[in-house]
């Protein structure tokens, strides 16, 4: 294991349905991020944090929010989704955001379906 | 526009044979590459990390190589196992701080 939780595993909901994905990192990282990954697509940086602030945010739709309580902890917040939206979500952690050499730390992910 | 290109897309070998994975970027500044392995059902895992005055990096069955002059990098995974079988990623950092990701080549090892 990578020491980065991710709840649930899976997720089936509705276009009208809100819901939320939970993120735990036990590696006393101060980095925190969350990722879409699509079939046959790259990696989508969605949201970073850093000492519990947002530093970047790719131009997600604001049907996605996040949400960063504490440096252990990451939600990201979900209402009002599109079937284009299903996809595996991860979230990652790492020691420092900047500088070179910074290794991410993968949780397992969340699989995410909206009918 | 930085971008990172994987071939082949998808790979089937036999257990116990060798293969190779290739990357090619276009990433600047070049930082560093990575090798992520992705199993199903999971998140990724690195392999390896090169930097720019490294070309050839090892981990266990797994070596990496980095041609920083043409851009290019490849995995190459020896007498290969059922369990070898995944999603391999690579990803270059730019600058401080920016990653790039390419989509994966998924390998299937076949007993």
């Known amino acids: 294991e990578t020491g980065v939780t991710q709840t649930p595993r899976h997720l089936v909901m509705g276009m009208t349905n809100k819901k939320s994905l939970k993120c735990e990192q036990h590696l006393g990282h101060n980095a925190m991020y969350w990722y879409k990954q699509s079939a046959k697509k790259p990696l989508e940086l969605m949201f970073v944090?850093?000492?519990?602030?947002?530093?970047e945010n790719n131009s997600v739709p604001s049907r996605f929010s996040p949400e960063c309580p504490n440096s252990s902890h990451l939600f990201l917040h979900l209402h009002t989704l599109q079937p284009e939206d299903s996809a595996l979500y991860l979230c990652?952690?790492?020691?420092?955001?900047?500088?070179?050499?910074?290794?991410?730390?993968f949780g397992p992910g969340t699989r995410l379906t909206v009918t | 526009k930085n971008q990172v290109e994987q071939s082949p897309q998808s790979l089937i070998i036999l257990e116990g044979k060798n293969c190779t994975l290739q990357?090619?970027?276009?990433?600047?500044?070049?930082?560093?590459l990575r090798w992520y392995k992705q199993d199903t059902g999971r998140g990724p895992v690195s392999l390896t990390i090169?930097?720019?005055?490294?070309n050839t990096k090892s981990n266990g069955r797994y070596t990496a190589t980095l041609d920083a002059d043409t851009k290019q990098s490849s995995l190459h995974i020896t007498a290969s196992q059922l369990s070898d079988s995944a999603s391999y990623i690579c990803?270059?950092?730019?600058?401080?701080?920016?990653?790039?990701f390419g989509k994966g080549t998924m390998l299937l090892v076949s007993p």
């Open positions: 990652a952690s790492s020691q420092d955001p900047s500088g070179v050499g910074y290794e991410q730390y």
């Open positions: 990803v270059v950092t730019s600058g401080y701080s920016t990653l790039t």
């Open positions: 990357c090619n970027y276009t990433v600047s500044p070049f930082s560093n």
């Open positions: 090169m930097t720019f005055s490294e």
């Open positions: 944090y850093s000492l519990e602030e947002r530093v």
